[in-house]
């Protein structure tokens, strides 16, 4: 019978192509009556229309007019020999009419079987378009199905608007942060086909952990669409910048219209915004309930303040993403009595870097500084180690802190190959911190455009091909202080960018070898595959713009008060992190405590969250840094270590 159905669907799919085909000069229009006939052909065709329930109500109808219709005439002829009542008579019609097999069974005279062969021969007729009708219903619920327009009935979920790839690394950061929750749940909503969505998050999201991901598609700026995602009774809300958009930044502000126009009160929204001229409409849309992440201006301050010491992209990455420790905000707890320096040692496992007083967090607060009631700012590995409670029983020991000292700034040489959009903030950027007199050299293979005017900087641009070996030679000595490599975004698609920075790595890091020079050298990438390639290159370190945005998003949306913090970090102004000489602060070649590393760095007004060691790096891909090392964990003091320490300089 199922093959049965399936014919029927054939048949009428080329029937309808057939009619389709044929032109409408041969189907002559017939003039509009208001016959009898006509009024009842207008309303079959009404019903009709209405779907699979009323063409299966209308072959329910058919099969008792048919019963009926046989009923009465065995009964008025006396055609059966069994003799019963008329509903008995009706039932064994309906048995007669559904299943062919009942004919088997019929006694009784020729006209009797006869009789019922012909309500059998009918009964096959209704019930094969009966299949018909309710395989091609339930094709159609499967084709809804898999369009993905049910409305997700979920609370307290996680929704993701527009699509990216950046989503990958957004729902693999979402998954491990969902660890501790119970039932997650993940709704994503795009303008692109359901089963591809969930087939790609299949091949690039290698494990859930446990939380659920349902894709929706639709237009996250269409408010209809929108309430697919359930919106309304989300925990957070991330909003994607497309990639495949002519003016993103307009999608973005309209979607947050849709999501806004209700009013101020919903769930906390992150959204992207790829230029910086439409942060201020954004954020006029947007209102309190919204944080905008400017993606150019992340990831120029990043590329920055990587490329002022190696080993930074690694601490940063450490403390953006959920795979190893990460800052969470510590509100009740029992050192209210104490100095901040002396809150620094009293959790074995966690690492106090801030405090915020009155919602405003400040990093690396004075040492004599009294904790009072504020919330701690504090890196940890997860939530669930954090307690109020001291727990570390480790105490400096103040007979091997340092007492090494930094040079005064000298002016700088750095060199910057490549161009793109986000260029231009990387120039700003790198003259905050460049002592005046510096000079910098930028080489690239296309056209430069703004240029800004710079105070401390001097900028030289040159013409040339990056990939060129001679012309890397030219301006790669041994005297900079700092190599920049930016991908061509701009210009190139992204695995032609990545491949053009690649060779240009491979060059600058065989020519630098050749004067034993150990100038850092940091690169941006585009893919984040191609970050392990990059290391072949012995690259300092590798900004992935996509991943570092993706990491950023998450964890904003799973806690406002992180932008503050975010850009204190990433900005200027305030305390930075900075990975300085190990003797500065401990007793070199000494076995040391982490606890007394720390004490070291507040002895300097600074904060420690981590120690970077070549002796770490052995076996590891995080350039050999440990952040948030326990307080009774030992260090044996080597030449060349790093304390990574937040500092206001």
């Known amino acids: ?170 729902v693999r950061e979402l998954t491990i942060a969902n660890e501790s929750r119970r039932k997650p749940v993940i709704v994503i909503l795009a303008d692109r086909d359901k089963v591809e969505m969930e087939e790609d998050l299949r091949a690039k999201v290698d494990d859930f952990r446990g939380t659920r991901v349902v894709c929706r598609s639709g237009s996250p700026m269409d408010i209809d669409d929108l309430e697919l995602s359930s919106h309304t009774t989300a925990r957070s809300v991330i909003l994607l910048a497309p990639e495949d958009s002519d003016d993103p930044d307009s999608e973005v502000i309209k979607t947050l219209l849709a999501l806004t126009h209700s009013g101020p009160d919903g769930p906390r929204i992150v959204a992207e915004i790829r230029n910086p001229t439409n942060l201020e409409a954004a954020r006029l849309v947007g209102a309190d309930r919204t944080v905008l992440l400017d993606i150019r201006e992340t990831v120029a301050k990043l590329v920055v303040q990587t490329s002022r010491q190696s080993g930074a992209a690694a601490v940063y990455t450490e403390l953006f993403d959920y795979g190893g420790d990460e800052i969470y905000f510590l509100e009740e707890h029992s050192l209210a009595g104490r100095t901040y320096a002396e809150a620094q040692l009293a959790f074995e496992k966690a690492t106090l870097i801030g405090v915020i007083d009155d919602g405003v967090p400040t990093l690396n607060p004075a040492p004599d500084t009294v904790i009072g009631r504020h919330t701690l700012i504090v890196v940890a590995e997860d939530d669930s180690v954090l307690s109020g409670e001291p727990d570390s029983t480790v105490l400096p020991d103040p007979s091997r802190l340092g007492t090494g000292t930094g040079t005064g700034d000298h002016p700088t040489r750095a060199l910057l190959i490549g161009w793109n959009e986000r260029a231009p903030i990387v120039l700003r950027e790198m003259d905050h911190y460049a002592p005046p007199g510096s000079s ?60 053009r920075t690649l060779v240009t790595l491979l060059h600058v890091r065989d020519i630098l070898s050749r004067f034993d020079a150990a100038t850092p050298v940091v690169s941006e990438m585009l893919d984040d ?89 052995e076996g590891e891909a995080s350039f050999g840094v440990r952040v948030n090392p326990a307080k009774s964990e030992t260090f044996h003091v080597l030449p060349g270590d790093r304390v990574v320490v937040l500092a206001d300089d």
């Open 529 to 617: 595959r191609n970050r392990v390639l990059a290391q072949v290159a012995h690259v300092d370190d590798v900004v992935v713009s996509g991943e570092i945005v993706s990491l950023l998003v998450t964890q904003l949306s799973e806690d406002h008060r992180l932008e503050a913090v975010f850009d204190q970090l990433l900005g200027d102004e305030g305390s930075e992190i900075y990975l300085r000489p190990a003797e500065w602060y401990v007793e070199p070649g000494a076995e040391v405590s982490y606890a007394t590393i720390i004490a070291g760095a507040s002895r300097r007004n600074e904060t420690a969250i981590g120690y970077k060691s070549e002796a770490l790096a």
């Open 1 to 170: 019978m199922a093959r049965t159905g399936q014919q029927l669907r054939q048949r009428t799919a080329k029937a309808m192509a057939q009619s389709r085909a044929t032109p409408a000069a041969a189907r002559p229009a017939r003039a509009p009556r208001s016959s009898l006939g006509d009024r009842l052909h207008y309303r079959f065709d009404n019903s009709m229309s209405r779907g699979t329930p009323a063409l299966i109500a209308w072959l329910t109808l058919v099969t008792l007019l048919l019963i009926l219709l046989f009923s009465v005439v065995v009964t008025v002829f006396g055609l059966s020999d069994q003799q019963g009542d008329f509903g008995e008579s009706m039932f064994g019609n309906l048995l007669h009419a559904l299943d062919p097999g009942t004919i088997g069974g019929d006694t009784g005279t020729w006209r009797f079987k006869l009789t019922m062969l012909a309500l059998t021969i009918a009964g096959l007729f209704i019930v094969s378009a009966l299949i018909g009708v309710i395989a091609a219903g339930i094709d159609t619920k499967l084709a809804d199905l898999r369009r993905g327009r049910s409305i997700v009935l979920e609370k307290d979920h996680t929704v993701i608007l527009g699509w990216s790839d950046s989503i990958f690394t957004i």
């Open 440 to 499: 910098l050299t930028v080489l690239t293979s296309f056209d430069v455009h703004d240029v800004p005017h710079l105070v401390n900087l001097e900028v030289t641009v040159v013409p040339g091909l990056t990939t060129d070996r001679s012309t890397l030679e030219e301006h790669v000595g041994p005297d900079l202080d700092q190599v920049l490599v930016l991908c061509y975004s701009d210009d190139l698609a992204p695995q032609a960018a990545d491949a």
